[in-house]
């Protein structure tokens, strides 16, 4: 039986053979391997879509520029995409599930480490899918709901269970006056903001471990005021332990 080619299959094909030399059957093969290990069309639009969009803006990101990024022609992007409005919705629901998923796993274990590791995945979600927040303005109002947050309402709910958790393992000092839903979102607002700060006010481009370790000290310090000596000892303790393993890991990769 005969697959009916999808839309791009030809373009791929081509763009393999000018860019390998078929004259041999050793190339040829070479050729056919290159376009095996493609993913698939419509992840590659998302992926130069959201770099793109990251990098320029999605006003400034053209459909046009999207095909041509990822190798295929417009009408190929658009049998897969309509319009740019749909890739964005895609990439704000790809972004809400991803949070959803990583609360879920955050349920357990010491509750400075699920503390710190959640402020750090927020600081990096938010940079990864940044214009979605940044650029939220330009969707209109029919997408507004799906893309003005890509954490969507669990980002906040999630800090704030994690406080609770921390006031009943006894990590607070005695306040009967303090309200943990108003420390969550004050913390909340250094884990949302960070990343804007160090590309609007700071001017970077590339966010490094140095950058995110400065923005959980942040968040830690709006907790301080709360914390007792054993408590600020666990999260302090809960930073050490994470900016270890993020040194194994760079020292693994490089």
């Known amino acids: 039986m005969t697959r009916r080619s999808e839309p791009g299959d030809d373009e791929a094909f081509d763009y393999v053979r000018h860019s390998v030399s078929t004259k041999s059957a050793e190339n040829v093969a070479t050729a056919s391997a290159a376009v095996t290990s493609l993913p698939p069309t419509r992840e590659r639009i998302l992926e130069a879509s959201l770099r793109l969009f990251n990098e320029q803006g999605y006003a400034a990101t053209s459909v046009a520029e999207i095909a041509k990024t990822v190798g295929i022609s417009t009408?190929?992007?658009?049998?897969?995409?309509?319009?740019?409005?749909?890739?964005?919705?895609?990439?704000?629901?790809?972004?809400?599930?991803?949070?959803?998923?990583?609360?879920?796993?955050?349920?357990?274990?010491?509750?400075?480490?699920?503390?710190?590791?959640?402020?750090?995945?927020?600081?990096?979600?938010?940079?990864?899918?940044?214009?979605?927040?940044?650029d939220r303005a330009q969707f209109g109002a029919r997408?507004?709901?799906?893309?003005?947050?890509?954490?969507?309402?669990?980002?906040?709910?999630?800090?704030?269970?994690?406080?609770?958790?921390?006031?009943?393992?006894?990590?607070?000092?005695?306040?009967?006056?303090?309200?943990?839903?108003?420390?969550?979102?004050?913390?909340?607002?250094?884990?949302?903001?960070?990343m804007d700060h160090l590309s609007e006010v700071e001017g970077l481009v590339d966010v490094t471990w140095a950058d995110q370790e400065r923005g959980i000290q942040h968040h830690i310090a709006v907790l301080s005021p709360c914390l007792n000596a054993e408590g600020k000892r666990q999260f302090e303790s809960a930073l050490e332990r994470l900016t270890t393993r993020q040194s194994v890991s760079d020292a693994i990769t490089e």
């Open 75 to 134: 009408g190929n992007l658009t049998y897969h995409f309509p319009a740019k409005l749909d890739i964005v919705t895609e990439l704000g629901t790809r972004a809400l599930e991803q949070y959803t998923a990583w609360g879920a796993e955050r349920r357990s274990g010491p509750v400075a480490d699920s503390y710190v590791e959640t402020v750090r995945f927020a600081m990096n979600h938010a940079w990864n899918n940044r214009f979605l927040l940044r």
């Open 143 to 194: 997408h507004a709901e799906a893309m003005t947050n890509p954490t969507g309402p669990g980002d906040l709910g999630l800090l704030h269970s994690l406080l609770q958790r921390a006031e009943s393992a006894g990590m607070f000092r005695n306040d009967p006056d303090r309200d943990l839903l108003v420390l969550a979102r004050s913390a909340w607002i250094v884990s949302r903001y960070w």
